[in-house]
């Protein structure tokens, strides 16, 4: 079972935040979860600004997550993946970015 216990036991993240500050690591925690799902768990600023800014469509959003959280909150432009993504951004939150000129 991995952690899976100690990751049902604790609040979210508290378990990881306590492997990111007592064992050794150069940003990515490694472990196991139920039937020995392999998780790997981002734990630096820079590793945290890498998968979710500037090389955001180079991760994948594990599948239990996504099907998990996207049954509760649907699954909009938070859940979405790839080209799905990049096209709902641009539809729905780009142009609030954008200044247009009025006539």
Not at 45 to 50: D, H, N, P, Q, Y
Not at 54 to 77: A, C, N, S, W
Request: proline letters at 5%; a neutral charge.
């Amino acid at each position: 079972m991995g952690q899976q216990f100690t990751l049902m036991k604790e609040p979210s993240g508290v378990p990881v935040c306590r492997w990111a500050k007592t064992i050794p690591n150069q940003g990515l925690l490694y472990y196991t979860t139920a039937l020995n799902s392999a998780r790997v768990g981002v734990v630096s600023t820079k590793g945290i600004a890498e998968v979710l800014v500037t090389k955001t469509y180079d991760f994948e959003q594990p599948d239990q997550l996504r099907e998990t959280i996207g049954h509760t909150v649907g699954l909009g432009l938070l859940f979405a993946e790839g080209d799905e993504h990049k096209v709902g951004r641009e539809r729905n939150v780009d142009p609030g970015y954008h200044h247009t000129k009025s006539l």
